[in-house]
């Protein structure tokens, strides 16, 4: 399942994904924008939202933007977001 991904690094707010009204999910990262790290953080915490293993989400483009397009295997596509 592709997933449109809104990142935000160097949150103050607490690390958590939230489901927009579109249909895409908003990351608020701690981690700084720095060497790949908002992405990793990222990663994590979308595999932790749909209970699946870090190795199943992929970054398919946006490697360097704060908009981004995430592959999940593993996950119906029936299965809401929230």
């Known amino acids: 399942?592709?997933?449109?991904?809104?990142l935000k690094?160097?949150?103050?707010?607490r690390e958590e994904v939230v489901v927009n009204d579109?249909?895409?999910l908003t990351v608020y990262a701690?981690?700084?924008a720095i060497e790949g790290?908002?992405?990793?953080?990222?990663?994590k915490l979308l595999a932790k939202h749909f209970s699946v293993a870090p190795s199943k989400v992929?970054?398919?483009r946006g490697a360097t933007?704060?908009?981004k397009v995430f592959e999940v295997d593993g996950v119906e596509v029936d299965k809401p977001l929230f």
């Open 1 to 6: 399942m592709k997933i449109s991904v809104h």
């Open 22 to 24: 579109d249909g895409s």
């Open 65 to 67: 933007s704060k908009h």
């Open 58 to 60: 992929k970054l398919l």
């Open 37 to 43: 790290r908002a992405n990793e953080a990222a990663t």
């Open 30 to 32: 701690k981690a700084p």
């Open 9 to 13: 690094p160097n949150s103050r707010h």
